[in-house]
């Protein structure tokens, strides 16, 4: 791991990491489940967004269980929440992507957080005045 990496283990908790990544694992099929009464019709636009609330709020949960600091935040319009989770100098969201190696969608609290977290690709530490962004 590179600097930034094991600050980023150290801030958060390699068990908190551990046990969050399994919670992700565990609201796929608990979100199916959910929709169980639907038409299988409906299953592919509820279970989506079933999913997303899940984890958002196993992610606020666990965070406030490894004393990790979590607070739901609003979106520019109050029409959505999410969870952002600090640890040490490091923000941690979550957010939906096509696959592993893809960004996630443009939406402006990303877009708000990274303008001032902001690294230089060659930076080995953590800011000392600021919060490294975390997806």
């Not at 639907?38 to 299953?43: G, H």
């Not at 696959?99 to 902001?118: C, G, I, K, Y």
């Amino acid at each position: 791991m590179n600097g930034i990496a094991e600050s980023f283990v150290g801030s958060f908790g390699g068990s908190f990491l551990v046990q969050f990544v399994a919670q992700i694992r565990r609201a796929y099929p608990i979100a199916l489940d959910r929709c169980d009464e639907l038409d299988e019709n409906m299953v592919r636009n509820v279970s989506g967004v079933h999913r997303w609330g899940l984890i958002e709020s196993l992610l606020y949960r666990l965070a406030n269980a490894h004393g990790i600091d979590a607070e739901w935040k609003s979106n520019a319009t109050n029409s959505a929440k999410h969870v952002e989770c600090t640890a040490g100098n490091f923000l941690l969201t979550v957010s939906k992507t096509d696959d592993p190696s893809s960004l996630p969608a443009d939406a402006e609290f990303r877009t708000t957080l990274l303008e001032n977290s902001q690294l230089r690709l060659f930076d080995e530490g953590v800011p000392d005045d600021g919060f490294v962004y975390a997806l």
